[in-house]
């Protein structure tokens, strides 16, 4: 069975760093593209970024452009996301999950399968 397993997460304060990597358990899982998502306590899920794994093209959410990268090693079968100039609204349990199809890429029901996530907290 497909596994992505998240790291990177943790505590960190505002205007700081954390870069979290997802790898893909199986290498002969081939999703057309994965992402990430984060969700806050009482809140939805929400689209952060997103990579097609063999062209690498990008999706961003709007308010993480400019903060955010999303990049792919093949390599190590794993997907990393940069966030840089971190705020205390991006405290989120953030996940990775894959895909087959960006035709709504913003919609979590498009994606599976997906990760256990990993906590970031920002404080102030």
């Known amino acids: 069975q497909v596994q992505l397993m998240e790291s990177g997460g943790g505590l960190v304060q505002a205007g700081g760093s954390l870069r979290l990597s997802c790898t893909k358990s199986?290498?002969?899982?081939?999703?057309?593209?994965m992402g990430w998502f984060r969700q806050a306590p009482g809140k939805e899920r929400e689209f952060v970024a997103a990579?097609?794994?063999?062209?690498?093209?990008?999706y961003y959410a709007d308010s993480m452009k400019g903060r955010f990268t999303i990049s792919r090693e093949f390599a190590k079968n794993t997907v990393y996301l940069q966030m840089n100039s971190l705020k205390p609204e991006d405290t989120a349990l953030y996940y990775c999950a894959a895909t087959q199809t960006l035709a709504r890429y913003s919609d979590p029901m498009q994606w599976g399968p997906w990760g256990q996530g990993t906590q970031v907290t920002v404080s102030s």
């Open positions: 199986r290498r002969t899982f081939s999703a057309y593209a």
């Open positions: 990579i097609t794994w063999s062209g690498g093209t990008t």
